[in-house]
């Protein structure tokens, strides 16, 4: 299989805070990767770094063939009073992402709250390229059947649950090369993140790959090829489907389990 | 004070507010869309009206009234992107935009004003009404002229109030106001989109400047007064909708009048802020505005 998504080397954060350091990444064409770590480890700016809300500051992300970003570069600069190094970034624009097929779902986003259901989906990127698939309009409602009733509800009358099939509707009618899913099921009652959980095997089944992100290791193992282990801003492991533990051994693994 | 002086206060109020409404507009859009503050927008009203005269009066290429007025609300837009570009752009990614854009957008202001005299100088000018006279209505005195401007205002809020809520691209100028990263996301033009809203302000303010121009006299600092009025509009309506500002539009328009009449010309701005302060201490959200910025 070909590399679908290659991610070299890759730092950066929240200046001046650095969040993730050397962070290397693949994801291969038609595989779901699930990325597991705990709370504010970097996982969501890691990934609003791959889809271009904020720069890198250095390494380097190639999706399907094209190079998102170049990585930065080190001058020195000298003045009378302080010599200082320079980090000279090079932007990455999320619109280029988002058109080359890379589509982020964002954790826990609000969307528009004053849109209905059905102009936000009327407004969603259309299919990525020339020559993608063309996308059944009806697609929204076949994946999740809820959003058709409500079609003309504002987003900020939804539920949670709502507005994340939403934002996954959003995505798919993009066509995506590469969903990228932040933790969809963030707050969810069981049964949602049971219903949510049958829609991303629905993807899967279409041949979408997708990085998955989540906080349950139970969840992530039914769905995902490879489990990558998101710890202190860096991948620290990455596990085959049948190396994935439990999720008390993992956690205990992570932590230190109760002796 | 007789019913005869009521309608007459009520008429220019309304007159005034739906002034105050095309004005208002330029700046909500742009506040909740671009999340700055234009200064340059009083600017924007003078050159609209002084472009307009250009076009349409016989003094300058004599083309009419109306051919006068559509190429300057044209040529409105294109100002508005180039001072977007220039002015705000630079600032985007800028942690400190909106006060940034507080110095820019008033150094615009200040460049354009002084532009403005230097080209057409100081003396007052007027833009020859479309048409002169008036109309009586019942108890309704009204200028001609006054009439032609609610009925072109009435058509242009309209107009826009359907281009945003209908067609794509102006529901992806409201999708980027409400949440700019879920609009990135999507792959929406941020830039491209802000240029527009900006460009857009600017082509509302130039009509603006159009009938102030007609109705009035104009100066290059025809704009200031506007200006200030079309703040206390955006601060008493509150941004949450296209709509608050045009409420908030006729009351502001409608309590200068009657401000006008009792207590007087002078102390009718002192009025009216001393109004915008109470709003801002009781209901900062603004009087029809809820806790959040969107169109």
Redesign the interface.
């Known amino acids: 299989m070909t590399v679908l998504l290659e991610v070299v080397g890759l730092s950066g954060g929240y200046e001046p805070v650095q969040i993730f350091k050397d962070v290397d990444f693949a994801v291969e064409d038609g595989a779901c990767a699930g990325l597991f770590g705990p709370n504010g480890h970097g996982k969501t700016t890691l990934l609003r770094t791959i ?3 904020i720069d890198p500051w250095s390494g380097s992300i190639v999706f399907d063939g094209i190079q998102l970003n170049t990585p930065g570069e080190r001058r020195t600069r000298k003045s009378r009073n302080l010599n200082y190094d320079l980090l000279v970034r090079r932007r990455m624009d ?2 280029k992402v ?2 080359a097929g890379l ?4 954790q826990g ?7 209905t259901v059905a ?2 989906l ?4 259309a299919p990525a390229r020339a020559g993608g698939r063309a996308v059944d309009p009806d697609l929204p409602f076949s994946l999740f059947p809820q959003l058709k009733e409500r079609r003309h509800s504002k987003t900020r009358f939804l539920s949670g649950g709502e507005r994340q099939m939403l ?1 996954i509707a ?1 995505g798919m009618l ?1 066509a995506p090369r590469l969903l990228i899913l932040d933790e969809p099921t963030l707050g969810l009652s069981p049964k949602l993140r049971l219903e949510l959980a049958s829609a991303i095997h629905a993807i899967r089944q279409a041949g979408i790959p997708i990085i998955l992100v989540d906080q349950d290791v139970g969840f992530l193992r039914d769905l995902v090829d490879t489990l990558h282990v998101f710890d202190h801003g860096s991948i620290s492991r990455v596990l085959s489907k049948a190396e994935i533990p439990d999720h008390e051994t993992l956690m205990a693994d992570l932590f230190g389990g109760v002796h | 004070m007789d019913l005869q002086t009521l309608v007459s206060i009520l008429e220019s109020g309304a007159a005034l507010g739906i002034l105050y409404a095309l004005m208002a507009f330029g700046l909500a859009i742009v506040w909740t869309t671009l999340g700055i503050f234009n200064f340059a927008h009083g600017a924007f009203i003078a050159t609209g009206a002084y472009l307009a005269w250009q076009f349409g009066n016989a003094a300058g290429f004599g083309l009419g009234y109306w051919a006068g007025a559509i190429l300057a609300v044209l040529a409105m837009f294109a100002l508005g992107v180039v001072v977007q570009t220039l002015l705000v752009r630079p600032f985007e990614r800028h942690r400190d935009i909106v006060l940034l854009t507080v110095i820019t957008t008033l150094a615009g202001a200040s460049i354009i004003t002084n532009l403005l005299n230097v080209i057409w100088g100081p003396r007052m000018k007027q833009i020859e009404p479309a048409l002169g006279g008036e109309v009586t209505v019942g108890l309704v005195h009204v200028r001609s002229q006054e009439l032609v401007m609610v009925v072109v205002v009435a058509a242009t809020l309209f107009a826009i109030g359907w281009f945003l809520l209908r067609t794509p691209l102006g529901r992806s100028m409201r999708a980027v106001a409400q949440n700019r990263e879920a609009a990135q996301l999507m792959g929406l033009d941020v830039r491209l989109l802000y240029a527009l809203t900006f460009g857009l302000a600017a082509a509302v303010a130039g009509l603006a400047g159009v009938f102030i121009g007609s109705i009035r006299f104009m100066s290059p600092t025809m704009g200031d007064d506007p200006l200030q009025k079309a703040l206390v509009v955006v601060i008493l309506g509150g941004v949450a909708r296209f709509t608050s500002s045009i409420y908030a539009a006729f009351a502001v328009g409608i309590i200068e009048a009657f401000s006008t009449y009792f207590v007087g010309l002078y102390w009718t701005p002192a009025v009216l802020f001393g109004l915008m302060i109470a709003v801002l201490i009781i209901k900062p959200e603004g009087l029809f505005g809820r806790r959040q910025r969107s169109v």
């Open positions: 889809s271009g809300l999320p619109k988002a058109r589509i982020h779902v964002a986003s609000p969307l528009f709250p004053e849109l102009e936000t009327s407004i969603a990127p934002a959003c993009a």
